[in-house]
């Protein structure tokens, strides 16, 4: 098993560009997330999925769409890049059972110049 | 509003110290705490978690302590090797039906030979 696996490991993008993260699962998990994690700041929530076709806002939504149209994908897009969306992301899943553990992936690390 | 409080920041000790990283809640509804080691370069994993019905767990050199009526829970990591250098988060979340993982914003942690 693979685990959740990120694509692209490292990008870089100008103010303005767009882009499309993927994160993949062989877990069969039904839960799904994107994090970003900033020096200081922790791990911070930007949407998540209980299901196929379904997601919902985290704590820092703005910027930033989602789409999970196969249960073992979960996609972030970035349509128009800030320099403020440079972070380190971070996709993770869970069973739908209690405590539902998260299962992070190697993370993206994306500059936006 | 952040939800989990987590100190210190960083910390460093001499190999075989205690390092003690503390963390203090407000919402009543979490009842489970996990915490998550993250190595540089990867995603967190999860290290060791507890629920509010005991008010300790030891895992190997790891141990959670928990204090329901202070909101509290610290972790406590024995015999520290240089080996266990890396970012602790703690987290929390209730489990009584669906919810995010709040986690805490890190704890960098340094154990010298």
């Known amino acids: 098993n693979a685990g959740v696996t990120q694509t692209p490991k490292f990008r870089v993008l100008k103010t303005g560009q767009s882009m499309t993260l993927l994160c993949a699962q062989d877990?069969?998990?039904?839960?799904m997330y994107w994090y970003r994690q900033d020096p200081g700041m922790g791990l911070r929530l930007i949407h998540y999925?209980?299901?196929?076709?379904?997601?919902a806002k985290g704590e820092v939504p703005d910027g930033y769409n989602v789409s999970r149209l196969k249960k073992q994908n979960f996609l972030l897009g970035l349509e128009s890049a800030a320099p403020s969306q440079t972070s380190v992301y971070f996709c993770?899943?869970?069973?739908?059972?209690?405590?539902?553990?998260?299962?992070f992936g190697p993370g993206t690390r994306l500059t936006v110049t | 509003q952040q939800q989990v409080k987590q100190s210190p920041q960083s910390l460093i000790v001499q190999k075989g110290g205690i390092p003690i990283i503390n963390c203090a809640y407000e919402?009543?509804?979490?009842?489970?705490f996990p915490w998550y080691q993250q190595f540089p370069g990867k995603g967190p994993a999860l290290l060791i978690a507890?629920?509010?019905?005991?008010s300790e767990k030891k895992e190997g050199r790891f141990t959670i302590s928990f204090n329901k009526s202070a909101k509290q829970f610290s972790l406590h990591i024995m015999d520290s090797q240089p080996g266990d250098s890396a970012t602790y988060f703690c987290?929390?979340?209730?489990?009584?039906?669906?919810?995010?993982?709040?986690f805490g914003k890190g704890t960098m942690l340094l154990v010298s030979p």
């Open positions: 919402n009543t509804a979490f009842d489970y």
């Open positions: 987290a929390a979340s209730s489990t009584g039906g669906y919810s995010t993982l709040t």
């Open positions: 999925s209980v299901g196929e076709g379904t997601t």
């Open positions: 993770a899943s869970s069973p739908h059972v209690a405590p539902y553990e998260q299962y």
């Open positions: 877990m069969n998990h039904e839960y």
């Open positions: 507890i629920r509010p019905d005991v």
